[in-house]
Every structure is written in structure tokens, then in C-alpha cells.
Nanobody, 114 residues
Framework: QVQLVESGGGLVQPGGSLRLSCVASGRGSSIPAMGWYRQAPGKQRELVARITRGGSTNYADSVKGRFTISRDTAKNTVYLQMNSLKPEDTAVYYC????????WGQGTQVTVSS
């Protein structure tokens, strides 16, 4: 069973940057596509970025041009570089396969506020 552990969140001012990491223990290297999701209070969880094993990426319109997803298959790790952060990016961020197929991890809180 794959376990997902997210890290790297925190409190940042608008316009700031954060880099999130997600380590997938187990057979992470065989997952065809991984995604970063987020869930803001009172809202449904949404996919914000995805990356295939081949490195192809897709982004939600709300983060396009600001967020960059990458993966290190050898380390079973997926990253999310977040730049030009806005208050509306505040949420708990999770990783999972796309579509989700593993138990959700604890997520990492990102708070964008002055």
C-alpha cells in the first residue's frame, strides 16, 4: 500500500513562494500520473496540477503560470513550486495519483496572508 507524506507548507505573504514535497512510499515509480490537490475551507478538493511519468504537465487555470509541478521518479517524490502566491491559494494541499487511487495523506497547510 502506498503511503503519501506531504510537507513544505507554511505561512507566506502574498507574492511569496513555497515549495511542497510529496513522498510516495511503496510502488510510487509505477504510478502513471501524480497530482497536487487542494482543499480550502468549505470547498471541495480540487486538482491544481498533474504530471505524467513522461513529464507532461497540466494545470488548473487558477494556478497556471504561477505553479510548477515536477517529479523525481527515482526518489518517488513529487514537488509543487508555488510562486506569486495569492490569498485565494490558502488551502490544505495534498498529493495523490490522478485519478486518486491511494489513501489521502495528512496534507500540508498553506496560508497566504499579510
Amino acid at each position: 500500500q502506498v503511503q503519501l507524506v506531504e510537507s513544505g507548507g507554511g505561512l507566506v505573504q502574498p507574492g511569496g513562494s513555497l515549495r511542497l514535497s510529496c513522498v510516495a512510499s511503496g510502488r510510487g515509480s509505477s504510478i502513471p500520473a501524480m497530482g497536487w490537490y487542494r482543499q480550502a475551507p468549505g470547498k471541495q478538493r480540487e486538482l491544481v496540477a498533474r504530471i505524467t511519468r513522461g513529464g507532461s504537465t497540466n494545470y488548473a487555470d487558477s494556478v497556471k503560470g504561477r505553479f510548477t509541478i515536477s517529479r523525481d521518479t527515482a526518489k518517488n517524490t513529487v514537488y509543487l513550486q508555488m510562486n506569486s502566491l495569492k490569498p485565494e491559494d490558502t488551502a490544505v494541499y495534498y498529493c495523490n495519483a490522478d485519478p486518486p487511487m491511494f489513501l489521502w495523506g495528512q496534507g500540508t497547510q498553506v496560508t497566504v496572508s499579510s
